[in-house]
């Protein structure tokens, strides 16, 4: 192969692949991932103002209410009461 031919080659792989990122920022078409072989849903649509998709809201929602449910169960087994029932029920047996 000539110089020319090797630097022209070069050249549209470069011009595809910023054609791709632009396609990508336009009309979130996740062609980058595709050839990046990432596994992604293509009618699933990105939301661009916050840059998260419902499903990771739906998760951030899930953790969060996960975490208020630990933090009041250790409120629970932390309570002296609850201590002292502890120490009730392991003499009653």
Known sequence: MIHTEVILLVSAMIG??????????????QLSAWFYGKPVNPFLKKVAASGHSSAETKKDAEIA???ERIAVLEKIVTEPAYELNQELSKLCR
């Open 16 to 29: 595809l692949g910023l054609f791709c990122h632009y396609l990508d920022a336009k009309y979130q078409w």
């Open 65 to 67: 209410a996960l975490k």
